[in-house]
């Protein structure tokens, strides 16, 4: 199975830039969608960005132009960058990962999450 760690979580300012990380335990190029999730106290997980292998990129709308995910297959992580940070962006950040094929059908693969935390 695949193995997801996250890295870059912190503590920053209203209007400051974190860079989360996650990497995979093999190559990416197995993964056919890569992306991030967020959860806060008391509410359900949210999607906040993925990209498939097709190279599509599908953002929330409370982060289109303030966050980017990207990846590097050399190194078999993926990123989100993440600025203009705002309060309501305190969350725990899921890095998530989707395989699927014939053989084997779907499969899913969390990250341990890391915390975000945006100071007001």
């Known amino acids: 199975q695949v193995q997801l760690v996250e890295s870059g979580g912190g503590l920053v300012q209203v209007g400051g830039s974190l860079r989360l990380s996650c990497a995979a335990s093999?190559?990416?190029?197995?993964?056919?969608?890569m992306g991030w999730y967020r959860q806060a106290p008391g509410k359900q997980r949210e999607l906040v960005a993925r990209t498939s292998s097709s190279r599509t990129t599908n953002y929330a709308d409370f982060v289109k132009g303030r966050f980017t995910i990207s990846r590097d297959n050399a190194k078999n992580t993926w990123d989100l960058r993440m600025n203009s940070l705002k309060p309501e962006d305190t969350a725990t950040y899921y890095c998530?990962?989707?395989?699927?094929?014939?053989?084997?059908?779907?499969?899913?693969?969390w990250g341990q999450g890391t915390q975000v935390t945006v100071s007001s």
């Open positions: 998530y990962a989707l395989q699927a094929s014939v053989l084997q059908g779907k499969r899913e693969y």
């Open positions: 093999e190559s990416i190029y197995s993964l056919n969608v």
